[in-house]
């Protein structure tokens, strides 16, 4: 009877080990995956973050975008609504220095649009 009894208390004790171990076990995997969990809730909000300033820069553009085609068409119609080479050859004293002039313009608007996305992209790479 004394061995029957020692048995099981050899028996209840190992159980009782084989438990431990495993909640031990259990108990560092629970750890590792909430570790895991807020690491994944982070890199979810930085994404989020970049969609929304992307959606917001794409939105900027895509405004800027359809006032450079307003404006486009706006020369368009007006060179379509007047013979350019007509009042060159007529009035060329006016047409060439109107011509320079729109070229200065568009040159300067070409230089500060190239010192604007210089700008940013310097800003952008110091924030990274």
Not at 15 to 41: D, F
Not at 46 to 52: L, M
Not at 90 to 103: D, H
């Amino acid at each position: 009877m004394q061995q029957f009894f020692i048995a099981i208390i050899l028996v209840l004790g190992i159980g009782c080990w084989w438990l431990y171990s495993e909640n031990q076990t259990l108990t560092e995997n629970n750890y590792k995956l909430e570790l895991a969990v807020e690491e994944q809730k982070e890199t979810i909000r930085v994404i989020q973050e970049n969609f929304e300033r992307q959606a917001n820069a794409l939105q900027n553009m895509s405004r800027k975008n359809a006032e450079i085609e307003a404006e486009k068409q706006r020369y368009l119609d007006i060179f379509a609504r007047h013979n350019v080479e007509r009042l060159a050859t007529v009035k060329p004293g006016l047409i060439e220095n109107r011509f320079n002039q729109g070229t200065i313009d568009v040159f300067e608007g070409i230089e500060n649009d190239t010192k604007e996305i210089s700008n940013t992209d310097t800003t952008e790479s110091t924030n990274d």
